[in-house]
Nanobody, 124 residues
Framework: QVQLVESGGGLVQAGGSLRLSCAASGRTFSRDRMGWFRQVPGKEREFVAGITYGGGSTLYADSVKGRFTISRDNAKNTVYLQMNSLKPEDTAVYYC?????????????????WGQGTQVTVAS
């Protein structure tokens, strides 16, 4: 059974940092593109960052560019999201997603597998 489990969320002051992890299990994800999305109540889920299976290409939402970094360790079947200079508007539930495709995508409907989410709250 394919499973994605996020961890690392929590409460942080504005300007602080958090590192999210997403551990994949059930099969190897080394051939999957991986992505991070986030959602706040009452709003649509939005793309945050994506990475190709080899880690050679990444894509970021404009709102996080220069502050967030996505990376992966295929040996550990894990993808990370390093979040620096956090702002209150980064507060959301963060989800990781996976799909067996090479091309980067910022569209949530193009990802087949999803984690349960981890809450990130940034206090002002």
């Amino acid at each position: 059974q394919v499973q994605l489990v996020e961890s690392g969320g929590g409460l942080v002051q504005a300007g602080g940092s958090l590192r999210l992890s997403c551990a994949a299990s059930g099969r190897t994800f080394s051939r999957d593109r991986m992505g991070w999305f986030r959602q706040v109540p009452g709003k649509e889920r939005e793309f945050v960052a994506g990475i190709t299976y080899g880690g050679g290409s990444t894509l970021y939402a404009d709102s996080v560019k220069g502050r967030f970094t996505i990376s992966r360790d295929n040996a550990k079947n894990t993808v990370y999201l390093q979040m620096n200079s956090l702002k209150p508007e980064d507060t959301a539930v963060y989800y990781c997603a996976a799909d067996l495709s090479y091309r980067l995508s910022s569209y949530d409907h193009e990802y087949d597998y999803w984690g349960q989410g981890t809450q990130v709250t940034v206090a002002s």
